[in-house]
Each structure stands twice: as C-alpha cells, then as structure tokens.
C-alpha cells in the first residue's frame, strides 16, 4: 500500500512540473529576464493592424494591433518593440505570454491598447503571437 502511495505521489509531482515547464516562455533575445507565464491568449485574424509611427499619433485606450519584432527587454515587463517604421515601448505582462519563448528574430503581432500616462507613450499588450 505504501509503494502505491508513493507512486503516485511521485507521479502527481512529475505531471505538474511538465505542466509547469509548459507554461513558461517570454522574451528570449538580449537582456531578457526570465519569468513564469501562463497558457493561452489571442489567436484571431489582424485586422485593423497599425504601425509604430501610426500608433504614436493616437489618443489614450485606443484599441490597436501591431506586426514587428520584440527587439530588447527594458526590464519591468517593458520591451522595445520595432517594425520598418519606428520603435516603441510595450508592456507585456507575463501572463500574456501565453507559453511561447519569443527572441529579437522572431516576427510578432501584438495586440492591446496605447497607454498614455505622465508624458509617456506605451502600447499595454493584452495578446502576442508569432506570425
């Protein structure tokens, strides 16, 4: 009775530490930071997409979606993200990371809305994906 016991105990801890090891993925290029990010996120069509230098011009909570690259972690859940016009911060929470591992090479859409706060522009991310 008590090798059974043990079994599954041991088991149950090797089933959570893969489903664990799953769950984790993020920035991988330059100056990433490792954190634990959950499952899921974002996976429709792009519709409405904008660039950098379009996003710059727009007003606060405006919803938007963008395709580039993750090209440096700034630390605190900020990134730089660029595309051919122009670069701009992004707060991507880690658990919107949904499990994927993104490096600088990796081209991206990312989904959220602009975040205007005390003279600063950032683009607060709700979803990524790799294209």
Request: aromatic share 6%; charged share 25%.
């Amino acid at each position: 009775m008590r090798a059974k016991v043990t079994f599954a105990a041991v088991s149950l801890f090797l089933v959570l530490c893969l489903s664990f090891a799953y769950g984790q993925g993020g920035f991988t290029g330059p100056s990433a930071k490792p954190n634990s990010c959950e499952r899921g996120g974002f996976t429709g069509p792009s519709a409405g997409a904008v660039t950098v230098a379009e996003a710059k011009e727009l007003v606060d909570d405006t919803p938007v979606i963008l395709a580039g690259a993750i090209t440096r972690s700034l630390g605190n859940e900020r990134y730089t993200f660029a595309d051919n016009t122009g670069t701009i911060t992004v707060e991507i929470e880690s658990k919107v990371w949904g499990g994927i591992s993104i490096s600088e090479k990796d081209k991206v859409e990312i989904s959220g809305e602009i975040d205007r706060e005390r003279g600063k522009l950032e683009i607060e991310v709700k979803s990524i994906r790799k294209l």
